[in-house]
């Protein structure tokens, strides 16, 4: 008998593991989940301009605090490592860091599969070249939409931010931010996703605001050690850009996740 309860104490404990490990494979999905991470996501375009290849290396840190109501307070922050080509010359590129972008939302208990999270977005000219950033401060509102249910998650970010300060011979900004993503979960903690970020330049003369990319990829969900990862790759073709945009682009984004 002493056999027997030991065989089922163990199958118990696997199945909570396993289902810890599901949630914690869903929510690294969910921009405003408890759950501390470390995205590393690089996005490599091809067609610009003269047939050239820019690369950038986002370091996306995200940390939420959790408050006693159970509302969460999601801080991340993307530090840019950039290549973009150097139209000064007949080839060659310029690396550096790009601006910062630092993004803080206030989520309230969530009542259903439906969250949202409210705050906003600042963009800090930190860029060690004038080629890789605007040269302004800029900040603005943020809004993030989740609804989560058991095989998809559907999610939206939708920011806008204005330069309020910087240097004052560089152009002003005025940028719209959407990012939709679609996730659909498979067996075996593989997943289907759509995350293209949709962007409009507000002061572009018409015809060359908008940048729109359409596509996908899929990814997966493993352990290193008893470090919870998450890999995923995704492709872009670009059904509207303004003139020298690229034609597409490739990411591929290594996520480090830290379960609370």
């Keep these: 008998m002493k056999k027997y309860n030991t065989i089922l104490v163990f199958l118990f404990m696997t199945v909570i593991l396993f289902s810890q490990e599901k949630d914690v494979a869903k929510e690294a999905q969910n921009p405003l989940a408890n759950v501390i991470s470390m995205p590393l996501q690089n996005n490599t375009k091809f067609g610009l301009e003269g047939d050239r290849t820019s690369n950038t290396l986002n370091i996306q840190p995200v940390y939420p605090v959790l408050f006693e109501s159970n509302a969460v307070l999601i801080n991340r922050a993307i530090v840019p490592i950039q290549s973009s080509p150097d139209y000064s010359q007949t080839s060659g590129s310029i690396t550096g860091i790009g601006d910062i972008n630092y993004t803080v939302w206030y989520a309230p208990p969530p009542k259903s599969s439906l969250t949202w999270g409210i705050g906003f977005v600042s963009i800090w000219p930190t860029a060690s070249d004038d080629i890789l950033g605007s040269g302004k401060l800029s900040v603005g509102p943020s809004l993030v939409l989740v609804n989560m249910t058991k095989k998809l998650m559907l999610a939206a970010i939708i920011s806008n931010w204005l330069s ?24 075996n903690k593989w997943y289907l996703i759509s995350a293209p970020i949709n962007t409009a330049n507000w002061e572009a003369e018409d015809g060359e605001k908008w940048t729109i990319p359409l596509g996908g990829g899929f990814g997966k969900m493993f352990k290193i050690g008893n470090l919870p990862v998450d890999l995923h790759t995704q492709a872009f073709y670009y059904a509207s850009k303004p003139t020298g945009g690229p034609d597409w682009e490739l990411r591929v984004q290594f996520k480090m996740i830290f379960p609370r």
């Design 164 to 187: 309020v300060a910087g240097q004052s011979e560089r152009a002003d900004v005025n940028k719209f931010y959407f990012q939709y993503i679609i996730s659909y979960f498979l067996p």
